[in-house]
């Protein structure tokens, strides 16, 4: 008997199967198609309407947890890779969505990857499933970044007990800017912006400041909420300042967290004029970053 309405119960909640959607570009769209599947207590997995592009070490980890503080608003559990990785595109659709939590039908799923802001193939993928998904891309100074990117790989290599090079080794080379240094490419955030705006517009896309959401981060956050047309929830209750971390923490229904150790990481000590070389090779590129998305951020 249990099992027969159980049975029933299955049967009268499984949603009809969404048609597929032509690309805009006429493109066969991304097979196979993706089916809702729901669960008796009224969840169900969904694709992302929102998700987190980038860039690795801007502050992607504080961003989805504060934005999981929103009622509307559901987290993927881990960075999903889906875009990027080729053995993960491959699996199609389908099983992005098996890496989606489960949610109710209001709710939002975001999940955040911060390697698809530099992966040049990206952007016409994502436009592909959803041309109307919204972005958040959050940045720092090109320059903390770049000291951030690399004090993460020196970590994870001494971890490994694997050889680290001091960062001056890796930054110059004859005396110049090193360009082949990867984490330095990853700072010239107006070369991968204009990947972006060849699939998707400004309209679609909120550039976060994350200097400013590590500063203070209520203001960004109501701005972040108002881009995603979420209804204001955040509030100024939601974040306390822990001194002896020197940053916000964040409230949730009384459940108080701060985000791991690890991303209050010290940065290597860098030779000043080197950091001033530093410094002065980001000037330009960032006023073309500024032009891109007609916007100015207070990097030094
Ligand atoms: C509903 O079921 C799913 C799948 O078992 C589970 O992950 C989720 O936590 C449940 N949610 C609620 C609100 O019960
Ligand atoms: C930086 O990365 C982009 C995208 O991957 C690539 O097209 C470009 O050639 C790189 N620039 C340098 C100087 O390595
Ligand atoms: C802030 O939000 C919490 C719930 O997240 C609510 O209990 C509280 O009343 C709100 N405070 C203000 C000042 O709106
Ligand atoms: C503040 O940070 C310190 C150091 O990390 C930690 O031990 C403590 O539990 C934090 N306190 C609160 C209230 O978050």
Redesign the pocket.
């Known amino acids: 008997m249990a099992a027969v309405l159980l049975g029933l119960l299955l049967f009268a909640m499984q949603s009809p199967p969404v048609p597929s959607r032509p690309t805009a570009d006429g493109r066969p769209p991304l097979p196979p198609t993706s089916l809702p599947t729901s669960h008796p207590n009224g969840t169900l997995q969904q694709l992302p309407k929102i998700i987190i592009i980038g860039v690795r070490k801007g502050g992607t980890r504080a961003l989805i947890e504060m934005l999981s ?1 929103h009622s509307a608003v559901a987290a993927a559990q881990n960075e999903v890779h889906f875009f990027d990785w080729e053995s993960h595109f491959q699996k199609g659709l389908p099983w992005y969505l098996s890496q989606m939590p489960y949610t109710f039908p209001g709710q939002l799923t975001v999940e955040k990857t911060p390697a698809y802001f530099t992966s040049s193939k990206v952007p016409k993928r994502i436009h592909q499933m959803d041309p109307d998904i919204k972005l958040l891309l959050i940045l720092r100074d090109p320059t903390e970044r770049v000291l951030s990117d690399y004090t993460q790989v020196f970590y994870n290599r001494l971890q490994k007990h694997k050889h680290c090079q001091p960062i001056e080794s890796v930054l110059v080379k004859d005396g110049e800017i090193n360009l082949g240094y990867k984490a330095l490419n990853r700072s010239l955030y107006y070369v991968h912006m204009q990947n972006w705006l060849q699939y998707f517009t400004l309209g679609s896309i909120y550039v976060v400041d994350g200097d400013e959401l590590i500063r203070d981060p209520f203001p960004e956050m109501k701005k972040v909420e108002s881009f995603l047309n979420l209804e204001p ?6 974040f306390y300042f822990n001194k002896t971390k020197g940053f916000y923490c964040l409230r ?2 009384g459940r108080e967290r701060c985000l791991h150790d690890s991303k209050g990481r010290a940065h290597p000590n860098v030779a000043p004029a080197i950091l001033q070389k530093l410094y002065q090779f980001f000037h330009e590129p960032n006023q073309k970053f500024f032009e891109l998305v007609g916007r100015t951020f207070n990097w030094k």
């Open positions: 503080l929830q955040i509030n100024t209750s939601n949730d229904h």
